[in-house]
């Protein structure tokens, strides 16, 4: 079964007459509407689910308004249900299509392998000139994944100082690949 849309907080413990009303009515009705808009929605559960929410927030708009036989109340859910998936579907036409992200794995890398050996190359060589402290630290951080505190304890000095040594080892690595 779906969770409720209401909340279970402090003030919702200490529920009106019309919340509980809100909540039965929801544990009786709320599956087949949901049911009902997933179909008039295509198959698309979660459009669906959001316009059961605006549903059930048009229904405690009007939860003292609600009719009391079961029938009736019903109808008046479905037909609700109804509008709200009218309604969305005017809105999107007036608004410009949603464009979900596409998935970038899709896409080719395009990278050439000569390039990539280039670059390791590259890496190695700048590495090599520096100093021992900053290339331990950056093998230390990007070749043997060790965090900051890690190596910090394994090389006994502070954080901050394994965190100052990355940043000017960095510096002196892009120099070194730009001198190449």
């Known amino acids: 079964m779906l969770a409720l849309p209401l909340r279970d907080t402090p003030a919702s413990l200490a529920a009106t ?7 039965a009515i929801y544990e009786a009705h709320g599956e087949s509407l949901l049911r009902f808009l997933t179909k008039r929605n295509l198959g698309d559960v979660e459009r669906a689910k959001d316009l059961l929410q605006e549903t059930f927030l048009r229904a ?6 609600l009719p009391d036989e079961p029938g009736l109340l019903r109808a008046w859910l479905f037909t609700v249900a109804r509008h709200v998936t009218i309604d969305a579907g005017r809105a999107s036409r007036i608004r410009p299509a949603e464009v979900g ?20 190359y590259t890496v190695r060589a700048a590495l090599a000139r520096l100093s021992p402290a900053h290339r331990e630290i950056l ?9 900051p505190r890690e190596l910090a304890e394994r090389l006994g000095i502070p954080a901050g100082t394994v965190k100052s040594r990355t940043y000017y080892a960095m510096q002196a690595l ?4 730009e001198a190449d």
């Open 17 to 23: 007459s019309s919340e509980g009303r809100l909540r």
């Open 174 to 177: 892009a120099a070194a690949v």
């Open 101 to 120: 992200v596409p998935d970038l794995r899709a896409f080719a890398s395009g990278e050439d392998p000569a390039e990539q050996v280039t670059a390791v």
């Open 60 to 65: 405690w708009r009007h939860v003292d308004d």
């Open 139 to 147: 093998v230390e951080l990007f070749f043997h994944d060790r965090t």
